[in-house]
């Protein structure tokens, strides 16, 4: 990889790597359980961290009256609200929405269920912030409903493209890079298996720092002028898998906030990890792509740029170990 190739990699991670976007947005949450005929208790949670100025809130039945006023408390990564509400209709062929999600940077999903153990679910984002409720859903849609969650998950987490985009910055060599990235994949779908599936459990403020030290540690690999012959470039599939392990547990976070649909978890699981890899594909290709339009742009400065941006990437990752060892 030339290195005005590298410098163009490094230009694009300082564009999209803003301390905005410091940490993941995980998905909200509202969820729906039919206690009796029409009578629901309704759970909305939402991220602690979310874009500025969001103001999110669902929308349900005009036909819905609250029982009560909702009980809010923070709860693991988010806040969460509770309350009942009893519908004078049917739920299905109701609309539900949220709104306000083209300022919070965050997806929601909607789960319904109905005392007859029928389970509806749909991913609501700022261009599609509502839903009719159907009668019954395929495996089909459940399976969209996951992919799409996976999907807007990884396309969210800079933290996991910027360690992806340090891989394809290290690695020169096209065979090599596959091998790479496909460690990579193996070590983090493990870890998303094993997390979701409930056999293991870790302290997410320790996983989250561990995740910015590795791409700290990336940062550090770049700015060696001899990285070819350091360990790590050499052992490039052993390092992915280790770290894949870690970033694997990061993806289970954002499943673990929305729950898996009781009858159909190993295809959710599976649908949600399609969702990851599909994700990442476009993010590679996307880079590449760019790489293609501007690989005579960069000139002479190649080499100044790609310092600045090494070390911004350093920067960056370290100010994300700081701060996320403070909020552990």
């Known amino acids: 990889m030339s290195q005005s190739v590298r410098s163009i990699l490094l230009l694009i991670l300082i564009f999209i790597s803003s301390p905005v976007f410091a940490h993941k947005l995980a998905p909200s949450l509202l969820s729906l359980v039919e206690q009796t005929p029409q009578q629901f208790s309704v759970t909305w949670k939402t991220p602690k961290i979310t874009a500025a100025n969001a103001d999110m809130k669902p929308i349900l039945p005009a036909h819905c009256a609250w029982l009560g006023q909702p009980q809010t408390r923070p709860e693991g990564s988010g806040f969460l609200s509770q309350w009942n509400i009893k519908c004078d209709q049917a739920m299905v062929g109701s609309e539900i929405a949220v709104e306000g999600m083209a300022s919070s940077g965050t997806a929601t999903l909607v789960k319904i269920e109905f005392l007859d153990e029928r389970l509806i ?3 609501l984002t700022a261009n599609d912030p509502k839903v009719i409720v159907p009668e019954k859903q395929s495996l089909g849609q459940v399976m969209q409903q996951y992919i799409s969650l996976g999907v807007e998950h990884i396309l969210l987490g800079l933290d996991h493209l910027l360690f992806v985009l340090a891989l394809l910055m290290l690695i020169r060599h096209g065979r090599k890079l596959f091998w790479t990235i496909t460690a990579f994949t193996l070590g983090h779908s493990v870890t998303l298996s094993l997390v979701s599936l409930g056999y293991m459990d870790y ?30 470039s050499r052992h490039s599939w052993v390092v992915a898998v280790c770290f894949g392990l870690l970033h694997g547990m990061g993806f289970a976070g954002a499943l673990r906030e929305v729950g898996l649909p009781p009858g159909d978890i190993p295809l959710a699981l599976f649908s949600f990890n399609v969702g990851i890899e599909i994700g990442q594909i476009l993010f590679v290709l996307a880079v590449f792509f760019l790489i293609k339009l501007l690989r005579e742009r960069v000139g002479s400065w190649g080499e100044k740029i790609n310092w600045l941006a090494v070390y911004s990437i350093g920067g960056l990752s370290a100010f994300w170990c700081i701060e996320r060892s403070i909020g552990a």
């Open 121 to 123: 679910q749909q991913l």
């Open 203 to 232: 302290p997410v403020g320790l996983v989250e720092f561990a995740i910015a030290l590795s791409i700290f540690v990336m940062a550090v690999e770049l700015s060696r002028k001899d990285n070819e012959s350091h360990w790590i």
